[in-house]
């Protein structure tokens, strides 16, 4: 079940950048598998991918080529992650750009290839090779919805972003044409969901002309405020990627540095992409049923305020009690104070759900009524806000409940 999820149906071609899919049957037969994403000469490409230190062959290319420069297609695969597959899943990996590079006439080192689904199995080279041919003859600039699909993989709704910016500058009310871009992209991702990435996939594309050092610092702090602040359970994957294309189309002059007056509509249009597509992985959590929001306030540090929230959002009791719209704002309470913040003042903190205090200066609230608590624990959306009365750092994160059905998708996965 996806909490607020809506499909999106229409998206805006982002020039120079072509999609084409096709159906390798990699794991399944007759679904769309297989996608490939040509970017015109002259792109810029930046990402950011899993910490896992069993990181998948894919990834492990990808970062390689990405560091050359002048990356000109991405292949993408579901069904099989390609992970835990030994030097043989990295001479797949670099096999799948080279027969790419040899359709295409470019280099191997300008193919970023990606893979997603059950670690530890080889992936089915003669399935994928022989199908890149037909993604490649599907190419087409309006392929994002069937793109949105065919990187799916426990998804249960495909997940997308569009939108046309117009790059005003302070004290100005219109843009000129020449201001004007289009930003879309997809992601994927409902299970093994956890930071440093989580496993996922997200390529968001612009047709902007950013210079290649901005935009790679851009990449990073974009990811840091969006993939990099989502948990559905924890588990940090192998196979996570955010890719960030700027495919330099666009009629404008380059933005080369945050002092740019048309730098702040940039950052600020492209956070609504990456946070969109961040969410939506929360909302297709596998077998969640509530979206919650857990901002930490007050806090001494980030790093503080962080390990605030991720107990929080990972404690099986509270997530738990989530799904069964129990109101049992103690396993929150417990949660906050084993995060391991030194020198914790219980007087000074306060919880609220939503607007509802349940804990004042270190103790349950006078106001409270368990009443009021189980109406919010009831409702799809819920914001979880602790102050810590400790400085005046906050942050947030975004996460699920826990269900039955997370249990089963996980324990049927390979069957």
């Known amino acids: 079940m996806a909490v607020g999820l809506e499909v999106l149906k229409h998206y805006h071609p ?6 084409g899919i096709a159906q390798a049957g990699i794991k399944y037969e007759n679904r769309n598998d ?18 896992n230190a069993f990181c998948a062959a894919p990834v492990q290319v990808a970062k390689k080529h990405l560091a050359e420069g002048n990356i000109r297609y991405l292949v993408i695969n579901t069904g099989n992650a390609n992970a835990g597959t030994g030097p043989q899943g990295l001479a797949d ?5 080279t027969q790419l590079a040899y359709l295409t006439k470019v280099q191997a080192q300008q193919i970023l290839p990606f893979s997603t689904g059950v670690i530890g199995e080889p992936l089915p080279m003669d399935k994928l090779l022989s199908t890149l041919p037909k993604a490649l003859g599907a190419l087409t600039d309006n392929a994002w919805v069937t793109a949105a699909e065919g990187i799916m993989t426990t998804d249960t709704l495909p997940k997308g972003y569009s939108q046309q910016v117009a790059l005003t500058t302070a004290g100005t009310e219109q843009a000129s044409s ?15 969901i956890m930071p440093n ?35 559905v359970d924890g588990d940090t994957s192998t196979n996570d990627s955010c890719i960030l294309v700027a495919t330099a189309k666009a009629d404008m002059e380059e933005i080369s540095s945050a002092q740019d007056p048309r730098y702040a509509a940039l950052f600020s249009a492209l956070l609504d992409a990456f946070t969109v597509l961040s969410h939506a992985i929360v909302r297709d959590g596998e077998g969640a049923t509530k979206f919650v929001t857990i901002n930490v306030e007050q806090a001494a540090s980030v790093q503080e305020a962080l390990d605030v929230a991720y107990t929080v959002a990972h404690s ?8 069964a719209c129990d109101a049992n704002w103690g396993r929150i309470l417990a949660a906050v104070g084993r995060a ?25 609230a006078a106001s409270y009524r368990e009443e009021a608590g189980a109406a919010i624990f009831a409702q799809a959306e819920i914001t979880i806000n602790i102050r810590l009365g400790r400085g005046d750092i906050s942050e947030r994160v975004w996460t699920t409940d826990l269900s039955h059905d ?3 998708i996980n324990a049927d996965y390979r069957s």
Do not use: H, W
């Not at 099986?316 to 799904?323: E, R, S, Y």
């Open 14 to 19: 982002v020039n120079g950048v072509n999609i």
């Open 34 to 51: 297989l996608v490939i994403f040509e970017l015109a000469e002259g792109s810029r490409v930046s990402g950011v991918f899993t910490l």
């Open 93 to 97: 990996a670099l096999e799948s750009c």
């Open 178 to 192: 020449q201001d004007m871009i289009n930003i879309s992209g997809i992601s994927k991702g409902a299970g093994m």
């Open 197 to 231: 990435m989580a496993t996922m996939l997200a390529y968001l594309t612009t047709d902007a002309v950013i210079a290649q050092p901005l935009l790679d610092s851009m990449c990073k702090e974009l990811a840091d405020k969006s993939f990099n602040r989502v948990t």
């Open 316 to 323: 099986p009791l509270v997530k738990t009690a989530l799904f």
């Open 340 to 364: 391991g913040v030194k020198d914790m003042v219980l007087e000074n903190i306060d919880i609220y759900l939503d607007d509802v205090c349940i804990v004042k200066n270190g103790g349950r």
């Open 406 to 408: 997370y249990v089963s």
